[in-house]
């Protein structure tokens, strides 16, 4: 049973282009969550994602960031225009359903921008 | 204040040593208490749940006081493997939505 697979694990970007991060779920796993570790910080909550739903968006910023989760293929965190600030370790986690339920995290994208 | 807080670290100690870790949290929607490890900024991993009766993995004891909404962990007879960045998470949960609080993190370097 394959993990929380990311890709790319490594991303580059020049400011003003965009940074598209795929997360493929662990099998059987219907939620998805988003969370950023920005250099010598903690982890930070994005989005949260059931199939085709946004739940809770709280952690994203207003502009230039958005997700989504498709009934088909993997969820998708897209970066518009991206700035130097952007710069950080992006990583995905997948539960099964239940709110309370252990998140298992994918190896991250790091992505960097020039 | 932040919503899950933990000890400055780093903490440095010998092979053999017992360390103890301790977190606080702030928001009494918190449902679910764990804490992971992360390696070098890898991806976090799950180390342990924490219970209020306190639970026990090998080397490793968990605490949870929900009146304190304090959580600790405690490393016995620590190894060189165990050097890491310890995270507190917290796991908020409401009606409809449910994330992880990440602390800071609390490094520790075991030597030789």
């Known amino acids: 049973n394959a993990g929380v697979m990311q890709n790319p694990r490594h991303l580059v970007r020049r400011r003003g282009q965009e940074a598209r991060l795929r997360c493929s779920p662990m099998k059987g796993h219907s939620h998805v969550y988003w969370y950023r570790q920005l250099p010598e910080e903690g982890l930070k909550f994005m989005v949260y994602l059931q199939k085709e739903n946004i739940i809770d968006e709280s952690g994203m910023p207003k502009e230039r960031f958005s997700a989504e989760f498709p009934k088909e293929g993997p969820s998708i965190l897209r970066i518009q225009q991206v700035v130097r600030g952007d710069s950080a370790a992006y990583f995905c986690?997948?539960?099964?359903?239940?709110?309370?339920?252990?998140?298992?995290f994918g190896p991250g994208t790091r992505l960097l921008v020039l | 204040r932040k919503e899950v807080e933990q000890d400055p670290g780093p903490f440095n100690v010998p092979e053999g040593a017992t360390v103890a870790f301790n977190c606080t949290y702030s928001n009494s929607a918190s449902q679910s208490f764990f804490w992971y490890r992360q390696d070098c900024r890898k991806e976090p991993k799950l180390l342990m749940s924490v219970y209020s009766s306190g639970n026990e993995d090998g080397r490793f004891t968990a605490q949870l006081n929900r009146a304190s909404q304090y959580i600790s962990l405690l490393i016995r007879d620590s190894k060189l493997s165990d050097s890491a960045t310890y995270l507190c998470v917290v796991n908020i949960v409401t009606s409809n939505t449910g994330k992880l609080i990440f602390g800071q993190g609390t490094t520790l370097q075991v030597k030789p």
């Open positions: 986690a997948s539960s099964p359903g239940m709110l309370k339920e252990t998140q298992y």
